[in-house]
């Protein structure tokens, strides 16, 4: 079958190409998937897409008037894809729903100890010749609160790691997990996890009802000099209201893989052009903030899984087999 891959960078085509063996006829592509690119999927099959590629009503019938027939995302979220005009289109979505919670979940944990323990303010006064201790003091992770928001795969392990650690454990999911009351967690509602929590850590999906699960109001409920994670999407968190807390002392560390005008600047070097985005690069100014680039995922062992199931639903629509991995649109919304 014939694939457009959307969104290339040299790690996807090694890792694309290493599971395919050559049984698919690959065409990779940097640019990202919008109207303007989408004429170079005619004739393709199937696109292989990703976490920043545009797939709205627009896009689609583009791609399905070029020949397509299945939407290959090779990531979890499908919060990017027009699922009612797929369905509506004749096209068929299917998704890598989970290539390594751990991954995730272990960068999340990362970003905690980081800005605790200042590790990115101390590597560069080290780097200086400054070896003061003055402004790096952090806390014990052993009997502080943390909220888990969202217990699926990824939500889970985390609970399991700052158990470990010492963590007393918050927990707020519409389907609680058993794996998680048994690491000792207790769910209680959102906002009893906002007043709460020292830490609050974000793993869910990005819908509507989630969109700004983190707004002013939810900033105004949490502890003074709480720790706020997103490893999750960028939406989840309404930024405006997140920097209002860190100016207000609210919010006191605000670890961020994800930003929800990330389309623009994630995946790319900018590092010699002047960033147009006002809100993220106010962000960029607080001490007590670390921002890294959507890499949560990035693990060998995550970018081998995302290859090989990616391929396996591409030759499972090929073979005419049922998509595993299938999402369509909840009936009744578009």
């Known amino acids: 079958m014939r694939v457009a891959v959307f969104s290339t960078k040299p790690y996807d085509r090694r890792f694309l190409e290493e599971a395919n063996q050559g049984r698919h006829a690959l065409a990779f592509f940097e640019p990202h998937l919008a109207p303007e690119t989408a004429p170079l999927a005619a004739g393709f099959a199937a696109v292989c897409a990703f976490v920043n590629d545009l797939l709205d009503g627009e896009v689609l019938r583009l791609l399905a008037r070029g020949g397509t027939r299945l939407i290959a995302l090779r990531c979890a979220g499908f919060n990017n894809v027009d699922l009612a005009a797929a369905a509506e289109l004749g096209l068929r979505v299917a998704r890598v729903p989970a290539y390594s919670p751990h991954a995730v979940a272990e960068h999340a944990v990362g970003l905690i100890l980081a800005l ?21 003091l952090g806390f014990d992770l052993d009997g502080k609160t943390a909220g ?7 939500g889970a392990i985390v609970a399991r790691i700052l158990a470990g650690f010492g963590c007393r454990l918050l927990a707020f999911d519409p389907f609680p997990n058993p794996e998680v009351v048994a690491r000792g967690a207790r769910y209680v509602p959102l906002e009893e996890l906002y007043a709460a929590s020292d830490i609050i850590t974000l793993h869910c999906p990005l819908t509507p009802g989630t969109h700004h699960l983190i707004d002013a109001g939810a900033v105004a409920r949490m502890k003074p000099g709480v720790m706020l994670i997103n490893t999750s999407r960028g939406g989840l968190v309404d930024t405006r209201a997140v920097i209002e807390g860190l100016k207000s002392g609210k919010i006191g560390f605000l670890g961020l893989d994800v930003y929800e005008e990330e389309a623009d600047l994630f995946f790319e070097d900018l590092s010699g052009q002047v960033i147009q985005d006002d809100v993220f690069a106010r962000l960029l100014t607080f001490p007590n903030v670390i921002i890294t680039s959507h890499q949560a995922f990035f693990t060998e062992e995550a970018l081998r899984n995302i290859a090989s199931t990616t391929l396996a639903n591409i030759a499972d629509f090929e073979g005419g087999r049922p998509l595993a991995h299938e999402v369509r649109a909840q009936r009744g919304k578009r």
């Open 116 to 136: 605790n323990r200042k590790i990115h303010r101390a590597y560069a006064r080290v780097r200086e010749g400054n070896f003061a201790l003055e402004g790096l």
């Open 148 to 154: 888990v928001v969202g217990t699926g795969k990824i």
